[in-house]
């Protein structure tokens, strides 16, 4: 009984994990964060997030046996921020958030022209769209994952990495042309 | 009006992830698809101005001390746990020991050591010996102020024990070691993914300044005294690296 005690006890670190996690797991903080940033839309929740994330990824630490570490993490991040989201902001997850519907009252013509910044506007855009293409998103162009890191971290399956990603560029080509009604003219 | 080919296969195309033959095949339809050819133009522009856009957030540092911190916290707990508390008798009755001899040794081992009281082979060998796995550290922490009240009672000295991971030098914890047959402190700093060892002793010389580095076998190291302290610092990281983190120290 007290063999499967241990069996669980994958919390029992030493340091010689500490020494491991910090060569294999620890270089991927920034990765980590920019995720749940991304996913969160707040860089305050993203520190505590990420760090409570860290911290689990430390406690499973003895169930990661090689391979693509940061792959590991971003999944433990990943989830740790839906967790946090579907306590805190369930409405988030639950409607497919449709900027069409609802452009967010920031992105107007006006607060675009003040901001008149290329990166305010590309953020407002990306974060208009629904988690899920968001973080597809954000892994491709961002992290530059592969497909396959895309698939393992979002729980995807591989086959649908590339529609996802199609789905999720479209909606932000479609996103950033009504933040800025100058350039619509461009698309159609 | 829409392509199938614009809806999926060509973000394979502007992600590198068609295999030889598929893309190929859509270069060839890209010649004749004016849809697909002005829409991989305007995927390609969105995809620099996301790159140009410096889009990417890094963890702030305080953060990096947080899980740093928690880390210690989780590691120490699980270590105190499953040492048995008879067990803890022992150890301390071994420090006891050695620090007692450690106090008479001393003067006997600075006479006969009159200017260097190690030779590079040792500081190498003490290096490479604190790299082994279990061997870095007996206390782990970033913290500066866990790290030096351990070495109380441990050693007849108090090394100067201070985290620079503001300068990029964290602290990553301390252990007792021995160096020309004596004990003496090693604090173990981290450079990027390197390791740093810096040996202290104490010493009657007089200061000296941080010397030019040694090498030998792919590691460096620096040495100097300062306030009847010896200090020897050595890692495989760059000269200028060891020299940043020796002037931290001397400061």
């Known amino acids: ?188 | 009006m829409s392509c199938d080919f614009t809806r999926t296969v060509l973000h394979g195309y502007l992600d590198g992830e068609l295999d030889a033959s598929r893309a190929a095949e859509f270069e060839r339809h890209l010649e004749s698809c004016r849809e697909c050819a002005t829409a991989l133009g305007a995927e390609e522009s969105l995809r620099s101005s996301l790159h140009g856009a410096s889009l990417y957030e890094r963890a702030p540092v305080s953060l990096r001390k947080k899980i740093r911190a928690d880390l210690d916290a989780a590691t120490a707990v699980s270590v105190a746990l499953r040492i048995p508390a008879w067990r803890w008798l022992g150890v301390a009755a071994a420090v006891l020991i050695v620090a007692t001899f450690s106090w008479y040794a001393w003067p006997r081992v600075q006479n006969s050591a009159a200017s260097a009281p190690f030779t590079a082979a040792e500081i190498i060998d003490a290096h490479v010996r604190s790299l082994q796995p279990g061997h870095l550290t007996d206390v782990a922490s970033t913290d500066q102020h866990t790290v030096k009240p351990w070495f109380n009672g441990k050693l007849a000295f108090v090394p100067p024990v201070k985290d620079f991971a503001d300068e990029g030098f964290p602290l990553v914890g301390g252990r007792l070691d021995v160096l020309g047959g004596q004990n003496v402190a090693a604090l173990v700093y981290s450079r990027r993914k390197h390791l740093i060892n810096v040996f202290v002793l104490p010493t009657k010389e007089p200061d000296t300044p941080i010397h030019p580095p040694g090498a030998r076998q792919g590691y460096q190291w620096v040495h100097w005294r300062h306030q009847g302290m010896e200090f020897c610092a050595i890692s495989d990281v760059s000269a200028s690296d060891l020299h940043e983190l020796a002037q931290l120290i001397y400061q």
């Open chain 1, 1 to 188: 009984m007290s063999g499967s005690d241990q069996g669980k006890g994958s919390d029992v670190l030493d340091a010689q994990d500490r020494a491991r996690f910090e060569q294999l797991v620890l270089p991927h903080l920034d990765a980590a964060f920019n995720l749940a940033r991304w996913l969160l839309r707040s860089r305050a929740d993203s520190e505590d997030v990420a760090q409570e994330a860290m911290l689990r990824a430390y406690r499973f630490f003895r169930g990661f046996h090689g391979g693509d570490a940061r792959a590991w993490l971003l999944q433990i991040v990943r989830n740790t921020c839906y967790t946090w989201l579907e306590k805190n902001r369930p409405v988030e997850l639950m409607t497919e958030f449709d900027e069409e519907l609802h452009p967010q009252p920031s992105t107007s013509p006006e607060a675009l022209a003040i901001a008149g910044d290329n990166r305010e506007r590309l953020t407002r855009a990306l974060e208009t769209l629904p988690p899920r293409f968001r973080e597809v998103l954000v892994l491709r162009e961002l992290e530059g994952c592969s497909y396959k890191e895309i698939a393992s971290i979002t729980a995807i399956p591989i086959g649908t990495v590339m529609s996802a990603l199609a789905r999720a560029r479209q909606r932000l080509q479609r996103a950033l042309t009504h933040a800025s009604p100058q350039e619509a003219s461009r698309e159609l």
